[in-house]
Every structure is written in C-alpha cells, then in structure tokens.
C-alpha cells in the first residue's frame, strides 16, 4: 500500500492520522567510559510516528576509564521531557539492574545500574547489545 498523505487509524480525526513511519540505521559513537567498537553487528531503528526504537549490538568493546559509560549518535533527538530505560545485555562485570537510557533532551544514551548509579566504562568488556524505545519531537 502506498499513502502518500498518511493514513488515518481507529477514527478520522487528526490525533488518529498517521503520517511518519521509517526505518533504517544509525551511527553509534563512543562519548565516554570506553575506547569504541572494534565490530557493530547492528545499529537500526524505527520510527512510527513520535517513538523511535532502536536495536545495537557491538563487540570487541574495551572500557577505558571509569567514566559514566556512553553512546551518541542516536538517530533522533530524546523528547526533552523525559528519560526512556530500555533492556541490556553486556559482557564484564556484573552489575545490579544494568540499564540503557536514553538522555532527554539529547543524542546520547547512558548506562546505569542499582538506583541510578553509573555503570563505568571499565566495567564492560567484549560484547554490548541493548534496545530502547524513546519519543521525539522530530
């Protein structure tokens, strides 16, 4: 089906009409606690609307400083408004409730553990998978 003008779900009125989907990759970049990646395996994202959920898996990933341990390049600005946990799965030290969050507001995504606490670079090793769904205003 192509609609060039959007399609309209669950009523005619404007809040129903949808008129923005994508998909496609992004570009993750190293901000802090860590060196890089030496291989993304994946990097995409899909964007219905104002949600954007994204999916990335590196490896060979070495944590360099005991930095708050960060990821730019998020396809999308963060809604300002608020912050969005997703789900992670990491190779290196176990941490308590690790979780990715994107930074409102922002291009950036922070991990953390237990009650808010940083998870440092140093602390992941090898591997890094995660996905999150956030809003946007773009």
Not at 8 to 16: F, L, P, R, S
Not at 28 to 54: C, D, E, M, W
Not at 114 to 131: C, V
Request: glycine share 16%; proline share 4%.
């Amino acid at each position: 089906i192509y609609l060039s003008g959007g399609a309209y779900i669950g009523g005619t009125g404007a809040a129903n009409k949808l008129d923005d989907y994508e998909e496609g990759t992004w570009t993750p970049t190293a901000v802090g606690g860590h060196s890089g990646f030496s291989s993304i395996q994946s990097a995409r994202y899909t964007k219905i609307g104002n949600l954007v959920h994204i999916q990335f898996y590196a490896t060979g990933i070495t944590g360099t400083t005991s930095a708050l341990l960060q990821i730019g390049g998020l396809p999308f600005t963060c809604r300002v408004n608020g912050w969005a946990p997703g789900s992670m799965n990491y190779g290196g030290t176990t941490v308590s409730n690790p979780v990715a969050r994107a930074r409102a507001g922002e291009t950036t995504i922070d991990f953390k553990k237990n009650d808010d606490d940083t998870i440092p670079g140093t602390n992941i090793t090898g591997h890094l998978i995660f996905q999150l769904t956030y809003k946007t205003d773009n």
